[in-house]
């Protein structure tokens, strides 16, 4: 009786694998008999079917097979680089709508700092974590009472998200506090716009892309469009703000970089199979007014925002300002599969136009630019900064040959302000010497 219902268990392991694994290609587009599979795995998942039939068997408590599945599918993809992982039904709608620029939450950015839970960057304006007073860098030691230690980052945003009007509590510990703090806030929907914009001193634009999501593009657009008509026609120059972008849809950073390369290779990609294989070129025309451009980056810019910093420096189209960024050389596909669920899988490493790969490296500005004052900065030792280098199981960085050739606002809505800092500030100092060489060496002719 006991070999017979071990028997059947892993028949019905096997089944399910199958199954997964055949909506894994579908879902790829890239359908393969499965009968490729060897015979050692085939053996091997024997020793699967063995442990969950010991779990249901023995475990203390009755447990479900779909809950134990899970389970699995998330262990597997965590042996994997810290980029790829599992979604659940829930968190893969969550996933897409924040793609699609809103969700239900709190409305902050969360990151594991020394094996803490930490608010990353400060919270988006208006929703309840700003109207808490949660500041950037506050360390998350509970939610609704649970410790986070050891808690993945997707298991700390499915706990802290939820519908709209219910409950959350987190706790709270920052330097000042004698003890950690209980904060209650009552989650909303939160709208994320990915651009924001506004004119400096007449005439200079300034564009900040927080990620890029389906429509990032799109409000690129309209934002240029709207600086335009503000400085009538007179722009001498424009500040792109990556800094803190996490990155986003691959397509939309290579559309915002197609604005201001006019030739040649945007990024290209390489992965195992040909289809992952593939270069993007820019488009002559459309092309944004070749105005100077600066643009600033920090350690918090990733991937697609290093897509675009790197065709920028790359073709010399610009000047970049600021900190090394991230170094995430990697792109992601998202696989959805049969029941709701998800994979966020790696598949490719992307480069540069002249070939560099920036995996667990990223981009050196062409000026490095602290964010404070030389005179400001204290004597401390600063937090130290986590990068992809110093993720757990992160791709290690390859080099690849690659060829050288290389909304405007609705009236009364009023534009948020980006507070100026002294990277902006340099920025906008370079700026205005580029100008002022322009003219110089005008007058010299």
Same mark, same amino acid.
């Given at each position: ?5 071990r028997? +059947? #268990? ?5 089944? #399910? ?5 055949? +909506?894994v290609?579908? +879902?790829s ?5 499965? /009968?490729?599979l ?9 020793l ?5 039939y010991?779990?249901?068997k *023995? ?5 479900k ?6 389970g699995?599918?998330?262990?597997m ?5 810290p980029?790829s992982g ?9 996933m ?23 608010v990353?960057?400060? %919270? ?7 109207k ?25 945003v ?6 709209k009007?219910?409950?959350?509590t ?14 209650t ?5 939160i %709208?994320?716009? /990915? ?27 309209? =934002? ?10 007179s722009?001498?120059?424009?500040v792109?703000d990556?800094?803190n972008?996490?990155g ?5 950073a290579?559309k915002? &970089? *197609? ?11 390489d992965?195992?199979?040909e ?6 070129? &820019?488009?002559?025309?459309?092309t944004?007014?070749?105005?100077p ?6 350690n918090g810019? =990733?991937?697609?925002a290093?897509? $675009? =910093? ?21 792109v992601?596909t998202?696989?959805?599969?049969k029941d ?10 992307y480069?540069? %136009? ?8 990223g #981009?050196v ?11 400001e900065?204290?004597?401390? $030792? ?7 280098? *110093?993720l ?17 606002p609705?009236? +009364?809505?009023?534009k948020?302000?980006? %507070?100026?800092d002294?990277?902006?500030?340099r ?7 580029? *100008? ?10």
């Open positions: 009786m006991s070999q017979w219902r028997t +059947g #268990i892993f028949k019905f392991v096997l089944v #399910i694998f199958v199954v997964f694994l055949i +909506g290609l579908i +879902g587009g890239q359908y393969q008999r499965v /009968s490729a060897s015979n050692s795995t085939f053996e091997e998942l024997k699967f079917s063995d442990v969950i010991i779990i249901q *023995d475990y203390v408590e009755e447990t097979s779909k809950d134990l599945i899970y699995a599918i998330k262990g993809l965590e042996t994997l680089d980029h599992f979604m659940s039904p829930n968190m893969f709608k969550d897409q709508d924040e793609t699609k620029g809103r969700f239900e939450g709190i409305g902050i950015g969360i990151t594991i700092k020394e094996g803490v839970l930490t990353e960057g400060s %919270p988006i304006e208006d929703t309840p974590a700003f808490a007073g949660i500041q950037s860098g506050d360390q998350i030691l509970k939610i609704e009472g649970e410790p986070t230690k050891n808690l993945s980052l997707l298991d700390a499915k706990r802290i998200r939820g519908p009007g219910t409950k959350v987190i706790t709270i510990m920052r330097e000042g506090f004698t003890k950690p703090q209980d904060f806030l009552v989650r909303d929907v %709208p994320v716009r /990915s651009v924001r914009f506004e004119l400096l001193e007449k005439n200079y634009g300034y564009i900040r892309v927080s990620q890029f999501q389906e429509k990032t593009n799109t409000e690129f657009e309209k =934002a240029m469009k709207a600086l335009e008509e503000e400085s009538k026609g722009l001498k120059g424009l792109l990556l800094r972008n996490p986003g849809l691959l397509d939309q290579v915002v &970089a *197609d604005h201001f390369v006019g030739s040649g290779i945007i990024v290209s990609l992965g195992r199979r289809e992952q294989r593939q270069k993007w070129v &820019a488009h002559p025309e459309p944004t007014t070749r105005y451009l600066v643009v600033l980056v920090n810019s =990733a991937s697609g290093e897509i $675009v =910093a790197g065709a920028i420096q790359d073709h010399g189209r610009g000047i970049l300002i600021g900190t090394q960024t991230f170094g995430k050389g990697s992601q998202i696989i959805p599969l709701g669920s998800g994979l966020r899988l790696t598949t490719a490493r480069f540069t %136009p002249n070939g560099r790969s920036i995996q667990a490296k #981009i500005p062409d000026i490095i630019v602290k964010p404070s004052r030389p005179e900065e204290k004597e401390v $030792v600063a937090p130290q900064q986590i990068m992809e280098k *110093d757990e199981r992160h791709l290690i960085e390859v080099e690849k040959g690659a060829p050288k050739e290389i909304e405007k609705k009236k +009364g809505e009023v948020e302000k980006k %507070p100026v002294y990277q902006l500030e920025a906008l100092e370079l700026l205005k010497s580029w *100008d002022i060489f322009k003219k110089i060496a005008k007058d010299n002719k």
